[in-house]
């Protein structure tokens, strides 16, 4: 039986933006060596230079309120995810926009991050 698309994707999220926010390193279980990375417009492959990435962002905590979030079964056997949200960084007055889009991958009884894309949204 497949799982529902919205169901797996909105559990996803939760988890990941709750790492994002507090423990960036704990993301890298989600990655594989194949996986690719893109934030804004740097790219890197592989857990480990994914979590290099995200653990040399230039602050500890975060947080992140997502708030569209679309969710479509992809003909893969995936779920391609696509949310956009506000992300504010500790310390920081101002929240920012950004979008980001996940396709997760089926691996046992679980999802991998088969491709991840972040952008911040200015103007």
């Given amino acids: ?65 997502p708030g569209s979030m679309d969710f479509q079964p992809s003909i893969s056997g995936g779920i391609l995810v696509f949310v956009t949200g506000h992300v504010q960084a500790e310390g920081e007055s101002n929240a920012l926009k950004f979008s980001q889009v996940f396709h997760l991958m089926p691996v046992g009884t679980s999802f991998v991050v088969t491709n991840d894309m972040f952008r911040l949204n200015y103007g």
Avoid at 30 to 50: H, P, R, V, W
């Fill in 1 to 65: 039986m497949a799982q529902d698309p919205e169901q797996v994707g909105k559990a996803f999220l939760e988890y990941y933006y709750n790492l994002f926010g507090s423990n960036r390193a704990a993301l890298s279980s989600l990655y594989q060596d194949q996986s690719m990375f893109t934030f804004e417009g740097n790219k890197c492959q592989g857990a480990a230079a994914i979590t290099a990435k995200l653990t040399s962002l230039p602050f500890n905590q975060c947080k992140i309120t």
